[in-house]
């Protein structure tokens, strides 16, 4: 499986993540991971990424990666498990088939243009970003799973000219309902406020990550990347 992903992506990129995120990796040692959207551009690098570490540090770790077609693109290796599902339609059952996990990294739902490319139906997509994220946080706190990482997006301050060449933390602009693929964007920022509301509650600890620019080898330059 490593020879797959040094295959797939550029072996001298697979290193620098290693060299880069070393300390942290480490300090993750014999963790369990659950990553939803374990397909996508972020999803397909991330599981590969981990899975050269465990190579190269030893690390003992393990990613069970969630996707609706993990055929498409999940690593084959003996440290990744991967499971079929909506991210919306996870419950009880889902629970017990993931089991402990030590943190999740939520990235479920396409990002591609003009509502996405798996969920191109406006209404979809919104329903992938917001109740997939609340099914998620409930197992993330039904598995005793404190940390979650989830997966926003740059989308939320808008496309407008209202919205400041440089977006900082607390930019207050937002995506409007009339501006093309406007859903996206309104979705992750409601997607953002459910993540703060179950951290406030003491569910779940969650950290959001508003992703805004990528460049770099599986990214389609044809569609939408906020």
Not at 65 to 73: D, F, K, N, S
Not at 157 to 175: I, K, L, M, N
Not at 210 to 221: D, E, N, Q, S, V
Request: proline share 6%; with cysteine; charged share 25%.
């Amino acid at each position: 499986p490593r020879d797959v992903v040094r295959r797939d992506l550029p072996p001298r990129d697979l290193d620098a993540i290693v060299a880069l995120a070393e300390p942290d990796l480490l300090r993750s040692r014999d963790a369990r991971f659950l990553v939803p959207g374990a397909t996508g551009f972020i999803g397909y690098w991330l599981p590969r990424s981990l899975v050269e570490a465990n190579h190269q540090l030893g690390l003992g770790l393990h990613i069970v990666a969630l996707a609706r077609r993990p055929e498409l693109g999940v690593i084959d290796a003996n440290c990744v498990t991967p499971i079929a599902a909506d991210v919306r339609d996870l419950d009880a059952g889902s629970i017990a088939s993931v089991g402990h996990v030590d943190a999740v990294i939520h990235l479920a739902c396409s990002s591609s243009a003009p509502a996405g490319g798996a969920d191109r139906d406006a209404r979809r997509l919104s329903s992938t970003i917001i109740d997939g994220t609340r099914a998620v946080l409930r197992l993330a706190a039904a598995s005793g799973c404190l940390r979650t990482l989830v997966a926003s997006s740059g989308a939320v301050h808008g496309r407008g000219s209202e919205r400041p060449r440089r977006v900082t933390e607390d930019c207050p602009s937002a995506a409007l309902p009339g501006e093309p693929g406007a859903a996206y964007g309104l979705a992750k920022r409601l997607m953002d406020g459910e993540a703060g509301a179950d951290t406030d509650a003491g569910e779940v600890d969650v950290t959001v990550a508003r992703m805004l620019a990528f460049g770099g080898p599986l990214l389609h330059l044809d569609i939408h990347n906020a």
